[in-house]
């Protein structure tokens, strides 16, 4: 299954306020990590696992918690990019049968308290869950073919 | 197999320059014919080291071109793209043609044209090497280098401080080096009162951007001497390339590059020596982070102990293990597809007695180049003839 291949019908744009996301709604795309026939699981899904193995599933990541790994904010971004863009690495803790821990690389959600319409602060160790953003930068601004790839997906912000 | 010597050498000046990619090929290439003795029509093989001439001036089929600029037909050509360590790649390239007896004569000449992109234009056409995962997120370099720096600071209690000592000591060395982009000295305190690009890191902590190339001219060891002089003449004794993961966040720890483990050991087995045997080394420093993760990875230092090293003043150029007594690409520049060149043309002179005010006591260096945030990197190792 390729990236492509999550970006469904998905109607869960930013909400008019500007908070990402919309907590319950059952029709956002899944948050896709693949299964390997080792054991293995990695974000994003490839063809086949990192010791060769086949894939045999899918794992949602979407209504899982995880920790930060490290984080940064870059304010030298590229076109089409909000500025700044604070990223961070998180790691997913599996439940038992499903895996070892995976990791993804994404956006930090806006803070919708924040005046400045900044993002939420996070550190080393913090618990984030995924939210749903249906364009996370604009599509055609930079050199990517917009066709080539898909531009949703998920930010992470705080547990509360 | 045979050993390959490098015969002939040549950088331009790196920084904002008025010729585009087509004349800055030709401008090293022409120089290290010049350094070898030979002509154009002199080599068998000539590659060019170059990530992105159409992305960047819609100049594609550089190869071509410069054959014809420098009359070398009918060499054959080849365009080596491997992003950032284009250069290394090319550098591996032409040493496989000469070792391997395809060719006697070899010529690699890396540059790229950058600079008449603003800053978020070249920024994304460098960005553009990432999954499209990383991508959509507007993942670029630079936030790869904060994510690992923030990382590396927390895991082995470094000091913010001691990156910064990274670039105050490659802006020292580059002063020494006429090809350098930078020629100035910079303090601690400017480093860290520097705007924030990717936090912790900041502007002084990044490498610029910049036009600029740099050739190399091989030929098999066995007639190096027929050509050049014996003590004019370096020999490639051990060289390795290996590959990372594409999606920099599925590694098993961050602050390793793996690329570097394996490649380096590659060239070390083949050089039949250890990191303790190098003498001077050219880092891939396109953040200063980066000559923290290599000279670890190298061997050269212990885990999460290569900021130490720094304050110790141990990586010099007048300490124990000189790193980038070039400028590095901090002070040097960082024309993707020249830099490995480049490196590689640091170490000929180190190795050879002909580094200048910039020389240290060397037999053997090492170069190490690397592509994406270590997805693709190179390490060469050289020695003088002599």
């Known amino acids: 299954m390729s990236e492509n291949d999550t970006t469904t019908e998905a109607n869960t744009a930013e909400s008019d306020d500007g908070r990402d996301g919309n907590d319950g709604n059952d029709a956002e795309p899944a948050f896709e990590a693949a299964a390997y026939a080792d054991g293995t699981v990695t974000y994003p899904p490839h063809p086949v696992g990192p010791n060769g193995a086949e894939r045999v599933g899918s794992v949602d990541l979407r209504d899982r918690e995880a920790r930060v790994v490290t984080w940064t904010t870059s304010t030298a971004t590229p076109p089409g990019v909000r500025e700044p863009n604070t990223l961070a690495i998180v790691e997913f803790e599996l439940d038992e049968g499903d895996g070892p821990p995976v990791r993804a690389l994404g956006q930090v959600a806006a803070d919708p308290d924040d005046p400045d319409g900044g993002t939420y602060d996070v550190a080393i160790g913090d618990r984030v869950e995924p939210v749903y953003a249906d364009e996370l930068r604009e599509p055609g601004a930079g050199i990517r073919e917009p066709e080539s790839q898909s531009w949703d997906g998920f930010r992470f912000r705080p547990v509360e | ?386």
């Open chain 2, 1 to 386: 197999m045979q050993r390959v010597a490098i015969i002939g050498a040549s950088m331009t000046r790196f920084g904002q320059r008025d010729a585009w990619v087509r004349e800055l090929l030709a401008e090293a290439g022409q120089a290290a014919l010049a350094d070898a003795g030979v002509a154009g029509d002199d080599l068998d093989h000539l590659y060019v080291s170059n990530m992105a001439s159409g992305e960047f001036e819609g100049q594609t089929g550089v190869p071509n071109a410069l054959a014809h600029d420098l009359a070398a037909q009918p060499a054959y050509t080849a365009r080596i793209d491997q992003t950032s360590s284009s250069g290394g790649a090319g550098v591996y390239a032409a040493w496989q043609s000469v070792a391997s007896g395809a060719s006697d004569l070899t010529m690699l000449v890396g540059g790229e044209k950058m600079t008449h992109r603003s800053t978020a234009e070249a920024t994304d056409v460098i960005a553009s090497l990432t999954h499209p995962v990383e991508y959509k997120h507007g993942v670029t370099l630079p936030s790869f280098a904060g994510l690992t720096a923030r990382l590396y600071l927390d895991t082995y209690d470094a000091p913010r401080e001691s990156l910064g000592k990274v670039a105050v000591k490659n802006h020292r060395n580059g002063v020494d080096n006429p090809h350098a982009q930078f020629r100035k000295e910079v303090d601690l305190e400017t480093v860290l009162d520097s705007p924030v690009v990717a936090d912790p890191l900041r502007l002084y902590d990044f490498c610029p951007i910049t036009d600029g190339s740099a050739a190399l001219v091989f030929c098999p060891e066995s007639v190096a001497a027929e050509y050049v002089p014996e003590d004019e003449y370096a020999v490639i004794s051990g060289i390795g390339g290996a590959t990372d993961t594409h999606v920099v966040h599925e590694r098993a720890d961050p602050t390793t590059m793996g690329g570097v483990v394996d490649s380096s050991a590659t060239a070390y087995e083949m050089a039949g020596i250890g990191p303790d045997d190098v003498d001077v080394a050219e880092l891939h420093d396109m953040f200063t982070i980066l000559e923290f993760l290599q000279s670890e990875d190298l061997g050269f230092f212990e885990k999460g102990e290569g900021w130490r090293a720094v304050e110790a003043g141990v990586t010099d150029r007048d300490g124990d293990l000189p790193i980038n007594t070039s400028g590095g690409l901090k002070s040097k520049g960082h024309p993707l597809g020249a830099s490995g060149v480049a490196q590689v043309y640091e170490i000929v002179k180190q190795v050879t007695g002909d580094a200048g005010p910039r020389q240290v006591d060397a037999d053997t260096g090492l170069a190490c180049n690397v592509g994406g945030f270590g997805n693709c990197v190179t390490t060469a190792i050289l020695e003088g003839s002599q």
